[in-house]
């Protein structure tokens, strides 16, 4: 069965970089559309950002827009977000979830991990 693992995530002070990644084991990703999603203490979860399975991202939190980057490597088996002049905001965890389908949307998603927490903070 399909597990979803997310790693990368930590303490980081404002203005710096994380890249996270989500990794896919019991099966491969190659077909699928997937997003990351994060989810802070007392909100909802929201939808960052998804990668086609052609490649193509698309970013539905305008307040990551030019901050967050989507891709996924070679083998499709890997996913990552490249996150970068981080904010005190950015912290929450951070979920990697799988649709069934090779389109992007903020809604649809059939497989998650587990999270990996990202505190921004000095």
């Known amino acids: 069965q399909l597990q979803l693992v997310e790693s990368g995530g930590g303490l980081v002070q404002p203005g710096g970089s994380l890249r996270l990644s989500c990794r896919a084991s019991?099966?491969?990703?190659?077909?699928?559309?997937i997003g990351w999603f994060r989810q802070a203490p007392g909100k909802e979860r929201e939808a960052i950002s998804c990668?086609?399975?052609?490649?193509?991202?698309?970013v539905y939190l305008d307040s990551v827009e030019g901050r967050f980057t989507i891709s996924r490597d070679g083998s499709k088996s890997t996913v990552y977000l490249q996150m970068n002049n981080l904010k005190p905001e950015d912290t929450a965890v951070y979920f990697c979830?799988?649709?069934?389908?090779?389109?992007?949307?903020?809604?649809?998603?059939?497989?998650w991990g587990r999270g990996t927490q990202v505190t921004v903070s000095s």
């Open positions: 019991g099966s491969t990703l190659e077909d699928n559309a």
């Open positions: 979830a799988r649709r069934p389908i090779s389109l992007c949307s903020p809604r649809g998603y059939d497989y």
């Open positions: 990668v086609s399975r052609e490649g193509w991202s698309t």
